[in-house]
């Protein structure tokens, strides 16, 4: 299990910056975990959640998560990597980039790392500019590259 780094307030988050925090768990993408991503957001394209057609059909040799599965799983992985203090809550303030290199095949294990890239005082708080990297056990290229921006607030 990874242990988080744990911060304290304004100037423990700002001694963060350009560290890297490390790698979370691998989780296991089960094709259970796709098909209810697919009813959850209403993408059902069959390169998903048609595995037979998939693994003929398909120039990944089976079904694949998608991509927007990946990201989401950001609340999972964070926590994994830092955990806060100092503060009384703290809110996903959305994305600056995010791109899909490489796929993630169902049956796979994914994992995340994280660099804090920028941290900015804001009214009540802090902004934290972060880059997520995640990557697929055994992969050559990352699954996913996010910059994401997070807020805590004291």
Not at 34 to 61: M, N
Not at 64 to 92: D, E, K
């Amino acid at each position: 299990m990874s242990t988080p780094i744990t911060v304290d307030g304004v100037e423990g988050v700002k001694s963060l910056v350009g560290k890297d925090l490390g790698t979370s768990d691998w989780i296991e993408i089960t094709q259970e975990k796709v098909d209810l991503f697919a009813d959850a957001t209403g993408d059902h394209q069959w390169i998903h959640v048609d595995p037979e057609r998939a693994k003929k059909e398909s120039p990944f040799g089976g079904p694949i998560a998608h991509g927007y599965l990946t990201l989401s799983l950001t609340p999972l992985f964070l926590p994994q990597l830092m955990n806060f203090t100092g503060f009384s809550m703290g809110v996903n303030y959305g994305t600056e980039k995010v791109r899909f290199p490489s796929p993630v095949p169902v049956g796979s294990k994914l994992r995340a790392g994280a660099v804090i890239d920028e941290v900015t005082e804001i009214k009540g708080g802090v902004q934290m500019q972060c880059t997520l990297t995640f990557e697929v056990e055994g992969g050559s290229k990352p699954a996913c590259v996010a910059t994401i921006v997070v807020r805590q607030y004291v």
